[in-house]
């Protein structure tokens, strides 16, 4: 981050702590910094352009807050809100059932001055990205709100991005969008390493990315960061729903998406007694090959199908997807089947946000029907042993990744190579295993066999409660498909 856009974050980041003792939350303050800045921006651009209709209509612009105090200035934000909420397009989403989380007029008029002070359109649109992805990133920071659940690690994102090669005039999807970090790593690499023409930049910005989320707050932190960016999405006014829900309309060349984590979807219902209940949720698709309360399994599934004959993936999943009975070894010899399931990429814990979760990443290519099966040798990097991340005192590098982005060979990925951390497994083995399961590890565990190669007892500390909750999990899935098949048998 440059000095500018990382000194504006910490001017702006600063007055959060102001507004924490009146119970304003991270994200709370992040989602009102949301509304200002688009706010303030429209009027920097009728300024800039005094001809070009506005997008904000009079009397629900940025003007007609700097010049009201006290309970005034209150309503009138409050009034902005409820209006705008009912506009179409990228107002729509941005300010969808927004509320005022600052219950102090003073406090408001407050951050209204230190909005006011920056000039946010002479801003390189660079500088105004960056400011916007601190916040972001310093929002995920905040753990116990679980922001960090819909914040991909960036050093992540740039590895994945760099071996998948997005090229100009693809559409990319992301089914589960979060903040919209695949979308502008995508958009880094098509700008870095392609001389586009007018029309192609054009195209870049308006008719290349086509995402979603469930979340209504992430949807909105989603579209303003992509619009600070220069950037607006496929289908923004549809952007906030549940992809699962329904076959994909709209199919694309690439997909590269970090699904949320926690095995199950489901709905809140209200019992008899009036008294809130989650309930799983089973989408009874057509199009899946299996039908299964696993929100990951369903991703996967959704994911494949949202793609173009030889279109390409790919997906962040845990470790459930890569072992789990029932539903989950239908969806894997279904896979290896139908795609090119070429490359995984085992993660270390210590990366996300989100505890207990062992994650991988898996590279795939849609194929056109066959009789014989697609997959013909599955890659995988091991990243996790012997490896130790946390999120502040040993983060993720993008150098951690430079080994795997060049074991994965992009250029010539029919040229690779066994390594240390790269082995390789034929269908026939994979079909071989029990259960087509994919959880494969050949590595010795270093600290296991000598203590002095034991890490800091933070490390271990979070790997014992990250095993523990992934053992819980593991027995969770175990249930779940034992009463999945008792159900079935009982149909």
């Known amino acids: 981050m440059t000095n500018e856009s990382s000194s504006i974050v910490q001017r702006v980041w600063n007055y959060c702590h102001v507004l924490r003792d009146d119970g304003v939350s991270y994200g709370d303050y992040v989602e009102q910094l949301t509304y200002l800045l688009f706010l303030k921006m429209a009027e920097e651009q009728k300024e800039l352009h005094p001809n070009r209709p506005s997008p904000i209509p009079e009397g629900l612009d940025w003007n007609s807050l700097r010049a009201k105090d006290g ?32 219950q102090d007029p003073a406090k408001l008029k407050r951050l209204i001055a230190l909005i006011d002070g920056e000039i946010w359109m002479g801003m390189d649109v660079d500088v105004k990205g960056e400011i916007y992805e601190g916040l972001l990133q310093k929002n995920a920071e905040d753990v116990k709100g679980g922001a960090g659940q819909y914040f991909t690690p960036r ?37 870095n390493h392609y001389e586009l023409d007018r029309d192609q930049k054009h195209d870049l910005r308006y008719k290349t990315f086509l995402g979603t989320d469930i979340v209504e707050g992430v949807a909105r932190l989603c579209v303003m960061n992509l619009y600070l960016h220069g950037i607006e999405p496929l289908r923004v006014e549809k952007m906030l729903d549940d992809s699962l829900r329904s076959e994909p ?28 209940e989650r309930e799983s ?8 090959w299996a039908t299964t309360s696993n929100k990951q399994l369903n991703f996967l599934q959704h994911v494949r199908n949202m793609l173009k004959i030889n279109g390409r993936v790919a997906i962040v999943v845990p470790d459930n997807v890569l072992f789990e009975g029932g539903a989950g070894e239908t969806v894997r010899r279904s896979l290896l089947h139908e795609c090119d399931v070429h490359t995984l990429l085992r993660l270390p814990t210590g990366l996300f946000y989100a505890q207990g979760v ?21 890659w995988i990097y091991d990243l996790r042993t012997n490896k130790h991340f946390t999120l502040k005192t040993n983060p993720l590098r993008r150098e951690d990744l430079q080994d795997f982005v060049e074991c994965y060979n992009p250029e010539k990925r029919f040229e690779r190579v066994e390594s240390e951390q790269f082995g390789s497994f034929s269908y026939d083995e994979l079909m071989q295993r029990d259960k087509a399961n994919l959880d494969i590890f050949w590595l010795k565990d270093e600290s296991l066999e000598d203590s002095e190669n034991l890490p800091e007892p933070e490390v271990l500390a979070q790997e014992i409660v990250e095993n523990l909750q992934s053992a819980l999990g593991q027995f969770s899935s175990i249930y779940e498909a034992l009463v999945e098949e008792e159900v079935t048998e009982q149909a």
């Open 281 to 288: 949720l089973t989408y009874n698709r057509q199009d899946f």
């Open 358 to 378: 062992k994650a991988n990443v898996l590279f795939f290519d849609r194929k056109e029907a066959s009789k014989t099966p697609w997959t013909t040798r599955l």
């Open 71 to 102: 309970t005034e200035l209150e309503q009138q934000y409050l009034k902005i809100l409820h209006d705008l909420g009912k506009e179409t397009g990228i107002l729509g989403v941005i300010f969808r059932k927004a509320q005022n989380r600052i």
């Open 249 to 276: 309309s709209d199919h694309v060349d690439m997909v590269l998406t970090n699904p949320p984590f926690g095995k199950k979807s489901s709905i809140t219902v209200f019992n008899g007694e009036g008294k809130a």
């Open 155 to 191: 050093p992540l994102i740039k590895a994945i991005v760099e071996v998948m090669r997005p090229d100009p005039g693809m559409v990319i999807g992301d089914p589960a969008c979060g903040t919209g970090g695949f979308f502008l790593g995508a958009y880094d690499h098509i700008t």
